[in-house]
């Protein structure tokens, strides 16, 4: 399994206080870990309503970039990649935005607000 790392985006999400991280399935046996959160927490009429991440290598190449946007109630996700073929995809926001590990625990489990299981693309029920 190739694992990416990831850069700390330049702006604080609405999730300042806690930092959060995408795991995104590109593939059989390829994963995309990204990380949006801040590295300080902003009180709520300073914080931005958009962060940016930026996906690397291991080798440090850079391979895409993923773009939260606040909108509303919800949060509007954007990716762009390199080099990714067609087809659908899925990712799992993290708790933490720690890739140390290669089973991914130190990344904690998936945020899932209403306690949905896993699901898959045809699930009615699925966490985010």
Do not use: W
Request: some cysteine; glycine content about 10%; proline content about 5%.
């Amino acid at each position: 399994m190739k694992l990416l790392s990831f850069q700390q985006p330049r702006a604080a999400s609405k999730f300042a206080a806690a930092r959060t991280a995408v795991n995104y399935t590109v593939g059989i046996g390829l994963s995309l870990m990204l990380s949006y959160g801040a590295a300080t927490a902003q009180s709520p009429t300073t914080q931005p309503s958009h962060a940016l991440a930026v996906l690397h290598t291991s080798t440090g190449q850079a391979v895409g970039s993923v773009f939260f946007e606040q909108k509303g109630d919800g949060v509007e996700v954007t990716a762009q990649l390199i080099d990714l073929e067609p087809g659908k995809r899925g990712f799992h926001v993290h708790e933490f935005g720690d890739c140390s590990s290669s089973d991914f625990k130190s990344a904690g489990g998936h945020f899932s607000p209403q306690a949905h299981p896993h699901g898959g693309p045809n699930d009615m029920k699925r966490h985010a």
